[in-house]
Nanobody, 120 residues
Framework: QVQLVESGGGLVQAGGSLRLSCAHSGSIFILNAMNWYRQAPGKQRELVAALPTSGRANYADSVKGRFTISRDNARNTVYLQMNSLKPDDTAVYYC??????????????WGQGTQVTVSS
């Protein structure tokens, strides 16, 4: 089983920055990607940033140029650096690990979510 623990959320003024962290533990046979999602009240959960193991990072258009996803393999941690934050960025942010088990089945694991609130 894979466990994800998120941290770094909080309250920030518009134009400010936050860095979210996601530490993962447990056995992983194949890691396809680490991703960040967010969900605002009344909206669907959306993919914000994706970091495939075998490819380049991808971002939602709404955050492109402002957010950066990165990883520290030594610390088993994935980060989401969020700059130039806007009130529309207010949401609960979720870390997601997309993995394959030894039967090559795709599985998804989720963090508990961390609240990000951006004030005007």
């Amino acid at each position: 089983q894979v466990q994800l623990v998120e941290s770094g959320g909080g309250l920030v003024q518009a134009g400010g920055s936050l860095r979210l962290s996601c530490a993962h533990s447990g056995s992983i046979f194949i890691l396809n990607a680490m991703n960040w999602y967010r969900q605002a009240p009344g909206k669907q959960r959306e993919l914000v940033a994706a970091l495939p193991t075998s490819g380049r990072a991808n971002y939602a258009d709404s955050v492109k140029g402002r957010f950066t996803i990165s990883r520290d393999n030594a610390r088993n941690t994935v980060y989401l650096q969020m700059n130039s934050l806007k009130p529309d960025d207010t949401a609960v942010y979720y870390c997601n690990a997309e993995v394959r088990d030894r039967q090559y089945r795709t599985l998804n694991y989720w963090g508990q979510g961390t609240q990000v609130t951006v004030s005007s």
